[in-house]
Each structure stands twice: as C-alpha cells, then as structure tokens.
C-alpha cells in the first residue's frame, strides 16, 4: 500500500525552529516528487512547494520562497519542512502529497501535521 | 502565478439531488486540473485528474468536465458522505495552485 506517514503535533514558541517530516512507503521514493500544503485554520490549500527525492530538485511558491525550507533523505524515504524562527502566522495544519511529476496531480497524502505557534 | 476562482463559496444541496461546482483559471491550463474532496478533520483526497478523469475508487456520480480556462465537478445525485469542501488544482506547470473552496452542505 502506497503510504506518506507524518510526524506527530508540534507545540513551539514564536523564534524556535522546527523540522516536520512525510515518510514515504509502498513506491520507489526517488521516482516520485513530494509536495507540501498548508492549511491555515478555517481556511483552503496553499501550494508551498515540491522536491525531488532523487536529485532534491526543489522549488517554491514565490509565497513561501525563503520562509520555509524542503529537504529530503533519500536513503530513508522521507521528505522534511522546516522553519529556522517560527511565527505565530506559521500556526497551520501541513499536508506532504505525491506527484508524479513536478507539474502533476496529487494523488496519495499524508494525514497532515498540526503547527501550533504560542508564546 | 495562475489564479483559480472556484464558485459558489457554499452550495446548499439536498441528499439526492445534482451539484455543480465551477473553477475558471486565470490563464489556460489545458486539461491539467485537478478536483479534491475534503471533509473535517481529514486531509484532501484526489477525486478527479486531468478535468475529467476519476481516480481510483471514486464513485460514477463525481464526474469533471472542461478545458482551458473552465471547469466543472459534477456530483450527480449527492449521498451524505458527499457533504465536503471542494478545492480545484491545477498543474499546468510546476507551480500548482488551489482554488480558495466550494463547501457543499446540506439544504
């Protein structure tokens, strides 16, 4: 079964930093990219960006280019987003999702992890 | 940076009857749409590819149509499990982005 398992809900302060992960199981990792969504509370999907596992092509939406950063580990099929000074504004549900192609549907997500921001 | 526009907002439907949710991109995409189902507390589920294409799993009664710049998500006869938030896509270039929702809730 194809699966993307991600970590567990955060709690941090304004100015920490933090690193959130999307394992990928049941499909060749490097063949596919992995995309990140945000989800603010009560709110749509935000495209963030992709990467690719085999090569760690990256690129951003120019919304959050310089605000986050995606990385991979290719020998442990995982895909990470993380922040070097978190904000309150970072408060937010993050989805990773499979693509085939770096212009292509979505088609397997993982269940999204909870970012909560507060001093 | 292609902006999708997804209308109505809220679409108020009682169970068995037809919904119609609309998406038009700012600029072409060709075909490379996408439609995703979301209901609370879950995360979106891929419901329709490339504009009218269902994904594996997806029930008869969710068909897409459209290309170019306009699109449709058609739910013929609505079940309650149907009840959910709506979102396009598209993926015409590496830089996808979102439709803001179409919520389909119960008349």
């Known amino acids: 079964e194809v699966q993307l398992v991600q970590s567990g809900a955060e709690v941090k302060k304004p100015g920490e930093s933090l690193k959130i992960s999307c394992k990928g199981s049941?499909?060749?990792?490097?063949?596919?990219?992995i995309g990140w969504v945000r989800q603010m509370p009560g709110k749509g999907l935000e495209w963030m960006g992709i990467?690719?596992?085999?090569?760690?092509?990256?690129r951003y939406s120019p919304s959050f280019q310089g605000q986050v950063t995606i990385s991979a580990d290719k020998s442990i099929s995982t895909a990470y987003l993380q922040w070097s000074s978190l904000k309150a504004s970072d408060t937010a549900m993050y989805y990773c999702?499979?693509?085939?192609?770096?212009?292509?549907?979505?088609?397997?997500w993982g269940k999204g992890t909870t970012v909560t921001v507060s001093s | 940076e292609i902006v999708m526009t997804q209308s109505p907002a809220t679409l108020s439907v009682s169970p068995g009857e037809r919904a119609t949710l609309s998406c038009r991109a700012s600029q072409s995409v060709s075909s490379n749409l996408a439609w995703y189902q979301q209901k609370p507390g879950q995360a979106p589920r891929l419901l329709i590819y490339g504009a009218s294409t269902r994904a594996t799993g997806i029930p008869a009664r969710f068909s897409g149509s459209g290309s170019g710049t306009e699109f449709t998500l058609t739910i013929s006869s609505l079940q309650s499990e149907d009840f959910a938030v709506y979102y396009c896509q598209q993926y015409n270039n590496w830089l996808g982005t979102f439709g803001q929702g179409t919520k389909v809730e119960i008349k």
């Open positions: 999702a499979r693509l085939r192609y770096s212009g292509s549907k979505m088609d397997v």
């Open positions: 990467i690719y596992p085999g090569d760690s092509d990256t």
């Open positions: 049941g499909y060749s990792f490097t063949s596919y990219w």
